[in-house]
């Protein structure tokens, strides 16, 4: 957990908030006028709201914008006490979202920032105006699975098997730049000290690593597959199929296949806008931000 008012030598120039409603102190942003609409941005593995510090500072010009930092991650707490899973992290979300009254949210979510708000808008369908994905998944399509995981996913079955997997996830404080890579973004030149410091911080200890550890495995063990099914049969799929949502996609991506994760989007939303970034790797936020902003202002206006 990251000192409140840390800003990376301003790199993070946005005031902290804190909701204790869900039995631990998360973290958020909420920057811009009260009354514009809300566009709210969603993090994934193993990253925080600093992934989204360009588009803070430019869509806050415009939109309400909020950034939650998910437990265990950033400046939020990483309680003990608390199962690190899918259905965790949306009802987290649910009572983040009552507790700020937010309403018709255009929501923007990259890695499980895709999964949360998927599931987050098949429970609250009335509350989801837009869905736009940056580098992830619904899986609610009957899209084949590639039989080949991929190189992150190789990699967190090979460690686990080899029981040194939350040595190295334990470690973030020093290998959180190897794991980045190995998930992998392009653009080199945003590395310095202050990149890094933000990215490691969150994590100076094994403690502090709870999410980041158990993340992969919800995946590699299919852990929210139950989650995901009772939302599926709860929800109107019809409903949110209606829901605009664009997608865009680093073509670089390491942890989940492009190409895979492109087809089950078109088929559920066959007319929907894609954009490839043929140069970017899973953390386009890192990659193209300012291609992504302009793309969710088009997005956003028009619907």
């Given at each position: 957990m990251i000192e409140a008012k840390e800003n990376f030598n301003n790199t993070w120039p946005f005031n902290p908030n804190f909701f204790s409603g869900n039995g631990f102190k998360q973290h958020y942003v909420d920057e811009g006028k009260e009354n514009n609409k809300v566009i709210l941005c969603l993090h994934g593995e193993p990253t925080w709201g600093y992934i989204y510090r360009h588009f803070i500072r430019e869509l806050?010009?415009?939109?309400?914008?909020?950034?939650?930092?998910?437990?265990?991650f950033g400046k939020s707490e990483t309680p003990k006490n608390k199962e690190y899973s899918l259905k965790t992290h949306v009802e987290n979300l649910e009572n983040l979202v009552n507790y700020l009254e937010l309403k018709n949210i255009y929501f923007v979510g990259q890695d499980w920032g895709g999964p949360i708000l998927g599931a987050y808008t098949l429970r609250n369908l009335t509350n989801t105006k837009g869905m736009f994905l940056i580098n992830t998944i619904f899986g609610y399509s009957r899209t084949e699975k590639p039989k080949e995981l991929t190189p992150w996913f190789k990699w967190i079955k090979k460690n686990e098997e080899n029981g040194t997997l939350e040595v190295?996830?334990?470690?973030?404080n020093t290998t959180i730049l190897s794991i980045m890579k190995l998930l992998n973004f392009t653009n080199s030149s945003i590395i310095d000290d202050n990149w890094i410091e933000a990215y490691a911080s969150p994590f100076p200890n094994r403690d502090s690593c709870l999410?980041?550890?158990?993340?992969?495995?919800?995946?590699?063990?299919?852990?929210?597959?139950?989650?995901i099914i009772h939302c599926l049969k709860n929800g109107d799929m019809k409903s949110f199929l209606d829901i605009p949502s664009e997608l865009v996609y680093g073509m670089k991506d390491r942890a989940i296949d492009p190409d895979y994760a492109i087809k089950d989007f078109k088929a559920l939303y066959p007319?929907?806008?894609?954009?490839?970034?043929e140069n970017a790797g899973h953390f386009s936020q890192e990659d193209e931000p300012y291609k992504i902003i302009e793309l969710i202002k088009e997005f956003v206006s028009n619907n």
């Open positions: 806050s010009k415009d939109f309400r914008v909020v950034v939650p930092d998910l437990m265990g190295l996830l334990g470690e973030l999410g980041a550890i158990n993340f992969p495995l919800d995946v590699l063990h299919e852990r929210m597959v139950p989650f007319n929907s806008k894609v954009t490839k970034l």
